[in-house]
């Protein structure tokens, strides 16, 4: 996983608000840190005496269930001014004025960073859980737990049999103080940052059941004019005051429409995926169509087929011609998918997600003196991390051979100078001058990087992707 994805991960609050009563019931607020509050919770709903690994299991469920409420703003989404309640009926038992037992505190001290979800999702899990005999549920049994101990089954193993066998327990996770609560200014046009992001990418996935909204191509955490008219759209189609500006009503207006296609408050939520914040297909990709999209697409098979033996490369055209089509009807026999021969979103994230399992299998010496293959997020004015700076050294090598390619400062900042050596850059190659770093960008500057620090460079017009000269044959 790269760093950009890392902007939508969970991270484990300070403090926790907990409504002492059901939701719609006029009852106190109190804001406890978080994790007292998880010892206070797993004082209240299981026993000290259990097996350690009984214990173990329940306090991840419960921070678990904790950590969905908040990340999915179930609460705060409706217009209420908590993160959870004290019933047993809607959340966990929770009561300020009783003792936590002490190897519970232990417990939850050692743990209370840590989550689980399901295997290629970000959200944490949805982890229902009941006591196993005056109720059942479709989740954990904590009483069946205390028996799974006994048996020897470890914290995980225990989980697993409740949640089912892609459950991963999530170590470490960062703690922020700052919860997901509405922009404290309002997102616009020129808007930059995680928060921008995280719109981004509630609004492309509400657009899968609401049509009339469209894709924004890329959630990279830009508000430009593709965000803005999905916003637009967004405000016309619920009511709201069409000014294209994501101001408190439009933003918890997206998390709870978010919430309602997700089902977020179901146990088998979807959750989100990494590639829903990687890589977005504006529409279904299909023979006849031609452009940048269908080059990114044949990058990527191409890239997959050289680590394969089920099928080969392609020409990088941008036209999906038949070859294109027999390559995507091949790769999708290969990932257990029907070959239709058309690259529609479930296609497109296998392909993304088997790249992304390529790349990030290497080892760090395989590319010692070489380039990196395109690190999965295209990279634009505005962009920021290890993956810029690589690609600013990558540029710095460049334009110590074409006077055309200015030298930058390696900072990881894609500012105004990185953006005018990559025009200067697609100029030179015979690329699309747009600015922007595609998949086709990427590998034509680490080619030429690679002749470069090889030995083999070659001059003006022997490019990757262009035509031989008449006058250098």
């Known amino acids: 996983m790269n ?18 009563g059901e939701p719609g019931v006029d009852a106190p607020n109190v804001e406890v ?28 469920a419960e ?3 904790a950590l969905n409420r908040l990340y999915t703003e179930f609460y705060r989404s409706k217009g209420y001014d908590f993160d959870i309640t004290s019933s047993t009926r809607f959340d966990q038992a929770f009561d300020p004025g009783k003792a936590v037992y002490d190897n519970i505190a232990m417990i939850a001290d050692m743990y209370f960073n840590g989550y689980i979800r399901r295997n290629g999702n970000v959200e944490p899990l949805f982890a229902l859980y009941c006591d196993g005999i005056v109720t059942t549920c479709g989740g954990l049994s904590q009483t069946g737990s205390v028996e799974l101990a006994n048996r020897g089954l470890t914290p ?24 997901d609560t509405s922009p404290k200014i309002p997102l616009r046009l020129g808007s930059l940052g995680n928060e921008v992001e995280i719109l981004q990418t509630r609004l492309n996935r509400i657009s899968a059941n609401y049509p009339s909204i469209p894709k924004i191509p890329l959630a990279d955490g830009i508000f430009g004019t593709e965000t803005e008219s999905a916003v637009r759209a967004f405000q016309e189609v619920f009511g709201l005051e069409t000014d294209g500006i994501v101001g408190p009503a439009t ?8 919430n309602a296609v997700k089902k977020l408050n179901e146990l088998l939520s979807e959750g989100i995926n990494y590639d829903e914040v990687s890589l977005q297909l504006p529409e279904d990709l299909r023979p006849g169509m031609r452009g940048l999209y269908v080059s990114g697409l044949q990058y ?12 080969t490369d392609i020409p990088i055209t941008g036209e999906y011609d038949a070859p294109t089509e027999q390559l995507v009807a091949d790769f999708q026999n290969y990932a257990g998918l029907v070959p239709t021969g058309i690259a529609d979103q479930l296609t497109w994230s296998a392909l993304f997600d088997a790249y992304r399992g390529i790349i990030t299998d290497f080892p760090p010496s395989a590319f010692e003196g070489i380039a990196r293959p395109f690190p999965g997020i295209v990279l634009r004015l505005g962009s920021r991390g290890e993956d810029v700076r690589e690609l600013q050294s990558y540029i710095n090598v460049l334009s110590g051979k074409y006077a055309a390619v200015p030298t930058l400062a390696v900072d990881g900042i894609y500012g105004t100078q990185t953006r005018d050596a990559i025009y ?33 460079y070659r001059g003006p017009g022997q490019f990757p992707g262009t035509l031989e000269r008449e006058d250098d044959r």
């Open 63 to 65: 921070t678990t269930f």
């Open 156 to 179: 995980i193993e225990i989980l697993r049999y409740y949640y089912g066998e892609d459950i991963e327990f999530v170590e470490n996770v960062d703690i922020s103080t700052k919860t």
């Open 33 to 60: 840190g978080f994790i007292d509050y998880i010892a206070n919770v797993a004082s209240r709903e299981v026993y000290p005496t259990w097996p350690e690994n009984a214990l173990i299991a329940n306090v991840i």
């Open 300 to 311: 990527f098979l191409n890239f997959v087929s050289a680590f394969t033996t089920d099928f």
């Open 251 to 258: 933003w918890y207006e997206i998390r709870q429409k978010y």
């Open 3 to 20: 760093a950009h994805t890392q902007l939508l991960l969970p991270t484990i609050p300070e403090k926790i608000v907990v409504h002492l």
């Open 424 to 456: 200067a850059i697609q100029s030179l190659l015979g690329l699309t001058v747009d600015g922007t770093v595609d998949p086709l960008t990427w590998a034509a500057i680490a080619d030429t990087y690679n002749d470069i620090v090889a030995g083999t």
